[in-house]
């Protein structure tokens, strides 16, 4: 059974991988970071090592290193993400089985098989596939601690958050709540052993995460790349302030003052939750997001309620395995449910994944639960029918904010649950003679739970609904989120044949003042494009009078402009004050457009010669 769920979780995050696309940004940093160690360990967007991205750099190493073995395609940079998904329902299904048993481990694992949200980050570059994968095997080493309380056991668990953390920074230390928690309580040890256990892991992973900002501090500014996200060019102030308390500015707080680039908004994402729900508990249900991740909620709820009050009546020891199992996926849940649903996730549904896996554990151990209760007969033969109801109910919920896409399923959804618990109904009255007919009730009921999740993250088979290399959303909403191999068209490649026959020893072929107009010449030329700006266009990098050096030591000579004057750019496409693009334009001589070519789109291009302006 394992081997058939692993099969397919193969197939979901694998088929089409041939035709997978370019996520631009990603991609140009990917490539980027082949060309030398200091691009690899920093991250850096461009093959000049210019500037960062605006993360750490840790989720993008595996990519590289498959580009390093299989060449720069489109499919080499998805291909870790499929294997890194696959290992994810294997490593949940074992932490699942020590937990609850094998049935319910092998649930699970279905369970996070057909979840849409992990199908597409199965099929994508960004940065989740990994960050679950290391806090699943977070968790695992966690579990064996509990189980056998010993320090070099639980480390483990502390080094592997810290890489976590080189993945999705901060977000990473949410998972220590839960893992804390379970040896706390549960670890057949002394609480001043445990306690002094949990403070030494917690120094690990302190240290394991720090690593990369420590390096990016102690190394000269001049020796690494500039550090996007910042205007201080601070490790500290892009974890903290811009990834960390820039999401949170929605209920009050400020990052300006930790030197990170704020921007006052999010990207606009095509699932944006409502205005009404954007920062509460409420966002998590919003069709946007729970139909990627959340349609377990009832089931996993009621896992939940029901083993913790279990629990609690009977009195179990401290050390008992099934509470423990409990608090550890509960606390999970609760923590990176309550992060999402007050902090900023710009509508991507990416950031679900890691609930996912939670969900699809206590929904496994929850379903066991209910059937063991049904065979049993007595008043806990209701909770199986009961919450295979409910869970139903939610599902088609759901389908009716896509009522279009695949309008059959809320009726089959219903048809399969309504067959499920009339055959149950038989089940019980039956079971003496005939125990298979409880089976083929539970079979039914499986079905119905199942059906509608499935059929999503089966879409992601079709090209329309879900392309590898895109940010990870499965299903009905779905636009293009990346570029094919092509990027570059004819026009574009007279500009970057002109370049490069006139470029005579500079450092960097252009200057361009936006990231989006650099990545194609980065993704299919590799070519040395300086990025002005950073991702935002807010990054005070070059400054001018770093740019005026780099002019007059002959590192850079062209400057590619959009046509509109500097001025009426748009707010992302240059640097703050457009104090470099002003002085471009008026120091700077403009080469005719008949010597790169007259296409309406392509820039103005400005050649500065040593000592402009002086």
């Keep these: 059974m394992l081997l058939s769920i692993t099969a397919l979780a193969a197939v979901l995050y694998t088929w089409g991988i041939d035709h997978s696309v370019y996520h631009t940004f990603y991609g140009s940093a990917v490539r980027s970071m082949t060309d030398n160690p200091v691009a690899f360990f920093f991250g850096s967007f461009d093959p000049g090592n210019s500037i960062t991205l605006d993360k750490l750099p840790g989720f993008l190493w595996p990519q590289a290193l498959s580009v390093m073995v299989f060449g720069f395609h489109p499919w080499a940079l998805v291909l870790p993400q499929a ?69 070099r056991t639980l480390l483990p668990a502390a080094v592997w958050v810290g890489v976590a953390f080189q993945c999705k920074m901060l977000e990473a230390w949410a998972v220590l709540p839960a893992l804390a928690v379970a040896y706390l309580v549960a670890a057949p040890t002394s609480l001043r052993r445990r306690a002094g256990h949990v403070a030494l892991a917690g120094a690990v992973t ?48 400020d990052a300006a003052a930790t030197g990170s680039v704020v921007t006052g908004q999010g990207s606009r994402a095509a699932v944006r939750p409502g205005p009404d729900m954007e920062h509460s508990v409420f966002k998590m249900f919003s069709p946007g997001l729970a139909t990627q991740t959340g349609w377990l909620y009832p089931l996993a709820g009621c896992a939940l309620v029901w083993g913790l009050t279990v629990a609690w009546r009977r009195r179990v020891a401290r050390t008992d395995r099934a509470l423990a199992g409990y608090l550890m996926w509960g606390v999970w849940l609760a923590t990176f449910f309550a992060a999402f649903s007050f902090g900023s996730v710009t509508g991507h549904t990416y950031y679900m994944g890691v609930v996912a896996v939670a969900l699809s554990a206590l929904s496994g151990a929850g379903l066991v639960r209910a059937w063991r209760a049904c065979r049993a007969g007595g008043r806990g033969a209701w909770v199986l029918p009961a919450v295979t109801a409910a869970n139903v109910v939610w599902c088609v919920v759901l389908t009716l904010w896509y009522p279009h896409f695949f309008g059959w399923l809320a009726p089959a959804a219903v048809a399969l649950c309504l067959l499920a618990l009339a055959v149950l109904g038989v ?48 299903g009905p909403v779905v636009r293009p989120q990346g570029s094919g191999a092509s990027l570059l068209s004819p026009a574009d490649l007279r500009l970057l044949a002109y370049l490069t026959a006139h470029r005579n020893g500079a450092k960097y072929l252009v200057a361009m003042p936006r990231w989006s107009d650099a990545a194609p010449y980065i993704l299919e030329a590799d070519a040395s494009v300086l990025p002005m700006g950073g991702y935002t266009g807010k990054v005070p990098y070059p400054t001018l009078d770093g740019f005026r050096h780099l002019i ?37 001589a403009k080469v005719p457009g008949t010597a790169y070519g007259s296409d309406a789109h392509l820039p103005l291009l400005y050649r500065c010669e040593t000592g402009s302006g002086r």
């Design 427 to 474: 089940g019980h009255r039956l079971m003496a003679k005939r125990p298979r007919i409880l089976v083929a009730g539970l079979a039914a009921g499986l079905a119905a739970l199942l059906l509608v999740p499935a059929a999503w993250s089966a879409s992601a088979l079709s090209p329309r609904y879900n392309q590898p290399g895109g940010m990870g959303r499965v």
């Design 83 to 151: 294997i890194e998904g696959v290992a994810c329902v294997l490593l949940l299904h074992l932490l699942v089985r020590r937990w609850a048993g094998v049935p319910a481990g092998l649930l699970a694992a279905a369970f996070l098989t057909l979840t849409p949200v992990t199908v597409g980050l199965g099929r994508s570059i960004v940065e989740d596939a990994p960050f679950v994968l290391l806090l699943l095997l977070a968790a695992e080493a966690t579990w064996r601690a509990v189980e056998r309380p010993r320090l």
């Design 552 to 588: 007059d030591t002959g590192e850079l000579r062209y400057v590619a402009l959009r046509h509109a004057h500097p001025a009426g750019l748009p707010r992302a496409a240059a640097p703050p004050g457009n104090e470099v693009t002003r002085w471009v334009t008026s120091h700077c």
């Design 206 to 253: 302190l240290a394991v995460s720090a690593s990369w900002m420590v390096v990016a501090t102690v190394v000269p500014a001049q020796s690494r790349p500039y550090l996007d996200g910042t205007t201080d060019n601070s490790a500290f102030s892009l974890v903290v302030g811009y990834n960390f308390l820039t999401r949170f500015n929605a209920v009050g707080i």
